[in-house]
């Protein structure tokens, strides 16, 4: 893996290449623009504020509900977004597959790039959220760093899996979608961590997005540090899914040509 690591390395430049015309076509021949990386967790956060805050009176633990679901909202749409870009990457790019060579991986990588950089956008509006609501950011705002590099981890890994399956069996296209709506719903993003009963909980967070949804949300609006004990199984899990997700690409790598 760090050959592969290695040589993607003396092509970051062309990795850099792919993520801005990723970042172009998404948004190619749109109205908005980019606008749209804010538009969606800010309509969630309208809906779920409405349905499951006014109307089901959620717990949110104190915090607003504005605030409580879209700084939720901000990493899941960087997962979601990714995923579904990312999953489609090879075979979206299939006339470059088959005849040119360069590290396939790029492609599913710039993808999460592309989905970081809708991830920095939709943090502005954030930012001035914190500030209507009167909301201090406190120094546990630095643990945002290392959870968000837990998730583009995860992100990688599952993309890598995704990504090289799709070119064998397409009906992954179809699998992702439903994919991420089931996932929302074993996420704390709708509710708060302690909604789950304890007893399921050691389960509940082998998934790793629930560890980013609930320490990201606990480092910004709640000015608490992170619990690193559910940090570092997802990072665990994370890494081992990334490792394998890189060796099985890898592998299949080599019939991408001849498939698509």
Do not use: C
């Amino acid at each position: 893996m760090f050959i592969h690591l290695k040589e993607l390395i003396k092509f970051r430049e062309l990795l850099f290449a792919f993520t801005n015309r990723e970042i172009k076509v998404r948004y190619k021949q749109t109205l908005l623009g980019a606008s749209w990386a804010v538009i969606q967790p800010l309509s969630l956060m309208i809906m779920f504020t409405l349905i499951f805050g006014f109307f089901l009176k959620i717990n949110s633990e104190g915090v607003p509900y504005p605030l409580f679901y879209y700084s939720a909202l901000m990493p899941w749409t960087f997962f979601a977004t990714s995923l579904s870009f990312g999953s489609l990457a090879v075979i979206n790019n299939g006339n470059l597959v088959t005849k040119i060579y360069f590290p396939r991986e790029i492609l599913p990588f710039a993808s999460i790039i592309a989905g970081f950089m809708d991830f920095l956008i939709s943090a502005l509006i954030f930012i001035v959220m914190l500030v209507i609501y009167n909301v201090p950011l406190t120094i546990n705002v630095v643990y945002t760093i290392p959870i968000v590099f837990l998730e583009t981890i995860f992100i990688a890994g599952l993309i890598l899996f995704t990504s090289a399956l799709n070119v064998m069996w397409r009906d992954i296209k179809f699998v992702i979608p439903l994919l991420i709506q089931l996932w929302i719903f074993v996420t704390p993003v709708i509710y708060p961590l302690s909604k789950v009963p304890e007893k399921f909980r050691p389960f509940y967070m082998l998934n790793p997005m629930s560890s980013v949804v609930e320490n990201f949300r606990k480092v910004t609006v709640g000015g608490l540090a992170p619990n690193w004990n559910d940090f570092a199984i997802a990072l665990g899990i994370s890494l081992i899914l990334f490792i394998f997700g890189y060796k099985f690409f890898k592998i299949k790598e080599k019939v991408f040509a001849d498939v698509i």
